[in-house]
C-alpha cells in the first residue's frame, strides 16, 4: 500500500525550462510535505517543505504547491540548471517522527 | 558535525551469510530510521527508533532481519541469512524530533549491500 506515489519514473528538461514534479498521497492524516533531492552514491538531502495549512512554499528557485483536496503536490523548478539532475522524492509526515516516501523521479537538465 | 556515518559503504557477500550494517546518528537526535532503496517501492521505511527504543519494526520484511539500538550514539541493521533479494541501498537517518513539529531526515550515505 503506497501511500505517497511518483507516477513519473523520470522526467527530461532543457537547462532554463521549468521542470515540475508531482506527487500524490492518500492518507489524510499527513500534514507536512517535504521534497529530498539525492544525488549518485550520496544519501538524499532536504530541499524544501510545505505545511498542510499553506499552499505554496518558495525557496530561491524551488516552489512547492499543495492541493489538499487532490492530495496532490509538485515541485516547480524554474530555471532548471544542469545540476539539478538527481533523483528527487516526494515525502510526507503526520503520525509521529517517521516519513513515508514516494519511489522518486529522475530528473535530467540537459545543457 | 559530521552527520550520519554509515559503515561499510558496500557490502558484496553470498548468499546465506550474516551481514551487519552499522550507524553513527548525529549527536543529540533523538530518532533513528532505516531505509531501504528500491526502484520499485523508493525509500522504504523498515524501522525506527526514538529514544533508543523501537517503536515500529512493521516494515522489516521478515524474521531474517533485525536491529538494535544500544545506546543513542549507535544501531546496526543485521540481516541473517542474507538473500539475493536483499541487494539494495539500506539508508540510515535520524531526527530530533517534536511532537507535531514537522520532522526533517538527515541521512547517511547509505550501504551498498550485494548478496550473490
Known amino acids: 500500500d503506497q501511500q505517497v506515489k511518483q507516477n513519473s519514473p523520470s522526467l527530461s528538461v532543457q537547462e532554463g525550462r521549468i521542470s515540475i514534479l508531482n506527487c500524490d498521497y492518500t492518507?489524510?492524516?499527513?500534514?507536512?510535505f517535504l521534497w529530498y533531492k539525492k544525488y549518485p552514491a550520496e544519501g538524499p538531502t532536504f530541499l524544501i517543505s510545505?505545511?498542510?495549512?499553506?499552499d505554496k512554499n518558495e525557496d530561491g528557485r524551488f516552489t512547492v504547491f499543495l492541493n489538499k483536496s487532490a492530495k496532490h503536490l509538485s515541485l516547480h523548478i524554474v530555471p532548471s540548471q544542469p545540476g539539478d539532475s538527481a533523483v528527487y522524492f516526494c515525502?510526507?509526515?503526520?503520525?509521529?517522527?517517521?516519513?513515508?516516501f514516494g519511489e522518486g523521479t529522475q530528473l535530467t537538465v540537459n545543457p | 558535525d559530521a552527520g550520519v556515518i554509515q559503515s561499510p559503504r558496500h557490502e558484496v557477500t553470498e548468499m546465506g551469510q550474516e551481514v551487519t550494517l552499522r550507524c553513527k546518528p548525529i549527536?543529540?537526535?533523538?530518532?533513528l530510521f532505516w531505509y531501504r532503496q528500491t526502484m520499485m517501492r523508493g525509500l522504504e521505511l523498515l524501522i525506527y527508533?526514538?529514544?533508543?527504543?523501537?517503536?515500529?519494526d512493521s516494515g522489516m520484511p521478515e524474521d531474517r532481519f533485525s536491529a538494535k539500538m544500544p545506546n543513542a550514539s549507535f544501531s546496526t541493521l543485521k540481516i541473517q541469512p542474507s538473500e539475493p533479494r536483499d541487494s539494495a541501498v539500506y539508508f540510515c537517518?535520524?531526527?530530533?524530533?517534536?511532537?507535531?513539529?514537522?520532522?526533517?531526515?538527515?541521512f547517511g550515505s547509505g550501504t551498498q549491500l550485494s548478496v550473490l
Open positions: 549527536s543529540g537526535h533523538n530518532s
Open positions: 515525502a510526507a509526515s503526520g503520525d509521529g517522527p517517521r516519513l513515508t
Open positions: 537517518a535520524s531526527s530530533l524530533y517534536f511532537s507535531s513539529a514537522m520532522q526533517k531526515l538527515f
Open positions: 527508533f526514538n529514544n533508543n527504543v523501537p517503536i515500529d
Open positions: 510545505i505545511s498542510s495549512i499553506k
Open positions: 492518507n489524510s492524516m499527513f500534514d507536512y
